[in-house]
């Protein structure tokens, strides 16, 4: 999504804020702009379509870039109002040209506001946010702080904001409703930022804004209100390291955070499970089995919710809790039941994906638990929630959620078996899968060092345009993850179907151009999704098998395998993905794909 990286200070904002952009690119990469004001109100001011380098080779061929601007904003803008051109690019500006302004998020009443300010003002771009730079001319009287105030109750949607005055020009005025905004404290001035993670190499402290708070920078020092009056708030230390280092011999950042999988199992679980009595030892969970759940709800998106429907089947089957799984856009379209008996667990990767935020906001209206499993520390959803447990999956910089998806997948499993422990006492079933997690690391490894047979196989596979990938019962959303990786990466048409409907339509549309991907490693339905692997073999069209290397009929059933290791039905999600993550990445990369930017994509999606 979009996102904003401001500086007031000592130093020549424009080197930081090319250097903050970059640090946020991954989030947002159709266009990049800024403007750095010196102290007298002149203005360097410069928009470039792409890439962040696109902005920074035109800052560095202006020599003037060289000059004293000691506060600036910048954005990085993934495209919601209006095509990706120069035009649309942030900063934008009222008619004055006084005020520029930089936006994350959606004004969704921003036509009505547009069509008043038609009369008076021409607006050059189709976005929302030249509205927002147009109303605070129309509406400034005094200052830019009450202005923006008396606006916050008229603008509609999800923001945060920033926007600088040439009349005063040391001043950033911030706002926030929905969207993040971090203000960073440092040394040599105040900078704010739509992530922390931009701000770990600049400031030494840092305080998140809560919605309808602004932040009001004046030289160098900064100051929060909430509903007009001054407040003070938690100053954190900053304790992020966040460097995405270099690429090493991997040939994508996103092949490096998939080869970091079993380090990432290893902080999930370690201090949080006893490997030596198999017992599972975490204050959160314990805190949990005090509650009376009867049920839970997984509210998610994307690869978040493949991993909660993966989840959701443990849940049952191990804690025999009835569950339920929704798609954060829809849970917000639908009506909300509250239950006091039930668990609401949010997955995110980032905790500002802006549908599950909603949705959690909704819950928490009404008094339920809720539950966030979420990476980013100190992120909104990480916050609102009553309780929860970090993924540690370390910073995920990359569009294609990977490692966290794994890291997610471990924690429900454990959740599941303290939940299990803690009502029904089966330990030595539950020991003997506690016993398997132990070897998980080895078996991930054995997948990672097959990766020049998976290569091989994608390498085939990119000759198709479309392909469907299946699974039954758990293997069902573990096929929908890989069938969406897939899709996102290499940009082949996949689509995702349960094993057992594929008779019901979906058949007609199998050829020999259309493959069919199974994903059926052994487990207890194996044998009834090997019946649907013979009905599309009876046709003689091409099935690719993600089995086990046990399978009977790895030699005369499929096309095409990729062999896991054997495993417990239990830990086959987790090879499964991984063997599916890094098929899908070499699909992308022999189709010559952005593995790590793919088009139209972005790292959080911060509207709804
Ligand atoms: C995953 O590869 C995707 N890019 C995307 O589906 C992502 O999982 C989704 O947007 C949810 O993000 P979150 O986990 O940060 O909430």
């Given amino acids: 999504m979009c996102w904003i990286f401001a500086y007031n200070g000592d130093k020549n904002s424009i080197p930081l804020l090319v250097d903050g952009l970059k640090d946020l690119e991954y989030r947002g990469y159709d266009s990049a702009g800024l403007i750095g004001i010196k102290s007298d109100g002149e203005v360097f001011f410069k928009k470039a379509v792409g890439r962040v380098s696109s902005l920074a080779t035109k800052v560095d061929a202006d020599t003037n870039s060289k000059w004293d601007y000691s506060t600036g904003i910048a954005h990085t803008r993934w495209a919601t109002h209006g095509i990706v051109n120069e035009e649309n690019t942030h900063p934008h500006t ?93 040394d040599d001035g105040v900078y704010i930022s739509s992530d922390v993670n931009a701000l770990s190499k600049v400031a030494h402290s840092y305080v998140t804004l809560e919605d309808y708070e602004m932040v009001v920078v004046k030289d160098k020092q900064y100051k929060i209100y909430s509903a007009g009056e001054m407040i003070s708030k938690n100053v954190s230390e900053m304790d992020i390291e966040y460097d995405t280092g270099d690429m090493g011999n991997f040939s994508s950042f996103t092949e490096k955070e998939i080869f970091e999988i079993p380090e990432v199992l290893g902080n999930v679980f370690n201090g949080r499970i006893n490997f030596e009595d198999k017992s599972i030892g975490n204050e959160t969970l314990s805190e949990l089995n005090e509650h009376d759940i009867q049920r839970i709800e997984i509210i998610a998106s994307g690869s978040s919710y493949y991993a909660g429907l993966i989840g959701s089947y443990w849940f049952r089957d191990l804690a025999g809790i009835p569950v339920n799984v929704t798609i954060s856009s829809e849970f917000l379209c639908d009506t909300f039941l509250p239950d006091d008996k039930a668990l609401y667990v949010f997955l995110s990767q980032s905790g500002e994906t802006a549908d599950v935020r909603e949705s959690l906001k909704i819950v928490k209206a009404k ?158 339905h194996y044998v009834k999704t090997v019946s649907n692997i013979e009905e599309v073999r009876a046709r003689s069209w091409v099935v690719l098998g993600f089995i086990s290397k046990w399978d009977p009929r790895k030699d005369d059933l499929y096309t095409d395998t990729i062999e896991l290791p054997d495993t417990s039905e239990t830990m086959a999600p987790f090879t499964s993905l991984i063997a599916g993550y890094i098929f899908a990445l070499y699909l992308a990369q022999e189709l010559d794909r952005d593995v790590d930017k793919p088009k139209n994509l972005a790292k959080s999606v911060t509207v709804e």
């Fill in 94 to 186: 009222s008619a004055n040209e006084r005020f520029y302004v930089v936006h994350n998020g959606i004004i969704e009443n921003f036509k009505e506001l547009k069509a008043k300010l038609e009369e008076k003002y021409t607006f050059y771009s189709q976005t929302d946010t030249e509205v927002i730079a147009k109303l605070i001319e129309d509406s400034f009287e005094w200052d830019l702080r009450s202005t923006l105030e008396e606006m916050m109750k008229t603008m509609v949607g999800a923001y945060s904001i920033a926007v600088v005055d040439r009349e005063n020009p040391d001043t950033i005025v911030g706002i926030k409703l929905g969207s993040p905004m971090i203000v960073g404290e440092a």
């Fill in 367 to 524: 008094w339920c638990l809720t539950f966030g499993i979420v990476n980013v520390v100190g992120s909104t959803i990480a916050r609102l929630a009553d309780m929860g447990l970090y993924s540690h999956a370390w910073v995920e910089v990359w569009v294609a959620s990977t490692k966290n998806v794994i890291a997610q997948v471990g924690i429900m499993l454990m959740m599941s078996l303290s939940m299990w422990l803690a009502r029904d006492l089966q330990y030595s079933k539950a020991r003997a899968i506690i016993e398997e997690l132990g070897w998980l690391g080895d078996k991930i490894h054995e997948v990672l060092i097959s990766t020049s047979h998976i290569h091989e196989v994608a390498k085939k596979y990119t000759q198709y345009s479309d392909m469907f990938v299946l699974g039954r019962n758990i293997f069902y959303p573990t096929a929908g993850e890989i069938s969406l990786k897939c899709k996102e990466l290499s940009y082949i048409h996949t689509e995702n179907y349960s094993a057992g409907e594929l008779k019901h339509g979906p058949l007609a549309l199998i050829d020999p151009e259309l493959p069919c991907l199974f994903v059926n490693p052994a487990g207890k």
